[in-house]
């Protein structure tokens, strides 16, 4: 029961997370790439903020060196989902990289020998298209709509597959080391690969901007460094004391509660998010949501 409450609570915090980011990208830095720095460096507050509690024995070099790709994939995923975020509506977003457990399960079978019945393939195909028609289908204003939708849905699918080998990698050693210690190599890894992008052109200079405004600093600290933490430590902590694919399976039910923040935060005088909500879009939205969520949990428990 741990697990379970953990994993939801897990869920529930991601959820708000996620709603968070879209707000900040938009209106709290210069783009979307400033945003991805920022996330880097407060992955190397998380790993300082848990040093008090890690151990430095009792787990090999290779150990380590998981747990910090497991963060890398975890950067990874954030990186492309957060560059695609800045220009799609993020109950979009979400639902394509919510179907990392097929990657998963596809990846068990190549290398681990476990063999996928015919009803997981039934899951995989629907996750697969919920993913085509929530990035590719009639889910976005008109204008919105462009040539890189194909793309887009590319980099997010490569997106979800970094998310799922994190949590791959993190199970692997979950017996070797503790919460801390693992949180603390995989916030490393994490914040690696998210400060890459400061070396492109004017990275510096649009990092500096951001941190001038105290406001935005703060948000961003409470978002991807407190309620991160938080998430993190109810996800480990889910993955330490139950089953890997359970836990998948109810975090992949994250696009369902995203997709019902999306709606009441684009309403009225609240419009944060701005997401249309005309009803033919809402229901094909609801219905590829649905597809990719069904799909994942039948992968996950077939």
């Given at each position: 029961m741990i697990w379970l409450l953990s994993a939801f609570g897990s869920t529930l915090v991601f959820t708000v997370i996620s709603a968070m980011d879209k707000i900040l990208i938009h209106r709290s830095v210069p783009n979307s790439r400033t945003f991805i720095v920022m996330v880097g460096l407060t992955q190397f507050l998380i790993a300082a903020s848990?040093?008090?509690?890690v151990s430095w024995d009792g787990y090999t070099l290779t150990d380590?060196?998981?747990?910090?790709?497991s963060g890398m994939a975890s950067g990874a995923y954030l990186t492309l989902m957060f560059w695609i975020m800045g220009k799609q509506d993020v109950s979009r977003v979400v639902p394509v990289t919510s179907t990392y457990p097929i990657f998963v399960?596809?990846?068990?079978?190549?290398?681990?020998?476990e063999a996928l019945g015919a009803l997981a393939w039934v899951g995989?195909?629907?996750?697969?298209?919920?993913?085509?028609?929530?990035?590719?289908?009639?889910?976005?204003?008109?204008e919105d709509r462009g040539s890189g939708e194909v793309l887009a849905f590319a980099l997010l699918?490569?997106?979800s597959l970094?998310?799922?080998?994190?949590?791959?990698?993190?199970?692997?050693?979950s017996e070797e080391m503790d919460v801390w210690t693992l949180m603390m190599w995989r916030a490393l890894g994490n914040g690696m690969v998210c400060v890459a992008p400061i070396v492109g052109r004017n990275g510096?200079?649009?990092?500096?901007?951001?941190l001038r405004r105290p406001s935005s600093v703060g948000l961003i600290l409470l978002t991807e460094g407190v309620l991160v933490f938080a998430a993190l430590l109810l996800l480990l902590a889910a993955i330490y004391s139950g089953p890997v694919s359970l836990v998948s399976t109810v975090m992949a039910t994250r696009p369902l509660f995203v997709f019902?923040?999306?709606?009441?935060?684009?309403?009225?005088m609240s419009n944060v998010l701005n997401e249309p909500l005309e009803g033919r879009i809402l229901t094909v939205k609801l219905i590829a949501t649905a597809m990719t969520v069904v799909g994942v949990v039948i992968v996950t428990l077939a």
């Open positions: 848990v040093l008090y509690w380590a060196a998981i747990g910090y790709v399960a596809i990846l068990a079978q190549a290398f681990l020998g995989v195909l629907m996750t697969v298209g919920g993913a085509v028609l929530m990035s590719l289908g009639p889910t976005a204003r008109r699918m490569v997106a970094g998310f799922g080998l994190s949590q791959f990698f993190s199970k692997f050693v510096v200079s649009e990092l500096m901007s951001a019902g923040l999306g709606v009441l935060l684009s309403l009225g």
